[in-house]
């Protein structure tokens, strides 16, 4: 068994899309396996151990996912809800791949969009949910993106009403438009360019007209405008 699961772990060596890919990997792999890390399940309590350093447990949601292992998903979860701003990062990242080939989870990924215990978990929560595209959980990422009092929550959940991309979302991302953040701004861009309403193009317009006056930021925001009305056009051929 423990030889399966070390055949296992280095077969990850080969999947690594460039170089810093699998160099990485192959630290996590030495580092778990000099731990004495030698099955799933020693993985799964390593990541829930909150006895265990940050690193350990970041490296060993990391593997969790991938090796899209389903049985990791409850301690996932639970990370996601209450871990540091890291391992709810390591677990929103672990979920949105092994989710796809499990249950979903949606109601407790939805649970965590409102009551997670951080700002950090609210909005890993609305990542994973976005890239999954779980449309049951538009109504309480619109609530977010109105509500919420934290930048990172507003920009995520426009974020993942754009990767949702359903435009009855188009009527609250417009209004998001103005908002005093720039990252939130952004990812209204963003999500109104994938929502494909021809109703955003206006408003979208005014930030393009803009583009030449102000920061670099201001640059940014128009020029991404310009993408996400080319977006919205290209639909509607």
Not at 83 to 103: D, Q, R, Y
Not at 208 to 233: D, P
Request: hydrophobic share 40%; net charge positive; glycine share 8%.
């Amino acid at each position: 068994m423990k030889k399966d699961f070390e055949t296992i772990l280095k077969s990850l060596l080969l999947q690594g899309p460039n170089r810093g890919d699998r160099s990485r990997t192959e630290a996590d792999v030495r580092l778990l396996l000099n731990r004495g890390v030698d099955s799933f399940a020693a993985l799964v309590a390593t990541a829930d151990n909150p006895r265990v350093s940050s690193r350990m447990r970041s490296v060993a949601c990391r593997v969790l996912g991938q090796t899209n292992h389903t049985p990791a998903v409850p301690a996932l979860l639970t990370l996601l809800g209450n871990g540091s701003p890291l391992l709810s990062w390591e677990a929103a990242k672990a979920l949105v791949t092994i989710l796809p080939s499990a249950n979903k989870a949606s109601r407790q990924l939805k649970h965590t969009l409102v009551s997670g215990r951080g700002s950090h978990n609210r909005a890993g929560a609305a990542y994973v949910l976005g890239l999954l595209g779980t449309k049951s959980a538009l109504p309480p990422l619109i609530h977010l993106l109105q509500t919420s009092l934290t930048p990172e929550v507003r920009s995520h959940a426009a974020e993942a009403l754009g990767n949702i991309g359903e435009p009855s979302a188009t009527e609250p991302l417009i209004p998001a438009l103005r908002d005093r953040s720039s990252r939130v701004r952004l990812a209204a861009i963003y999500a109104l360019g994938e929502a494909g309403d021809e109703t955003a193009i206006a408003p979208l317009k005014r930030l393009v007209g803009s583009r030449g006056a102000g920061s670099g930021r201001s640059n940014l925001i128009g020029r991404e405008a310009n993408q996400a009305i080319k977006r919205i056009r290209r639909r509607q051929i």
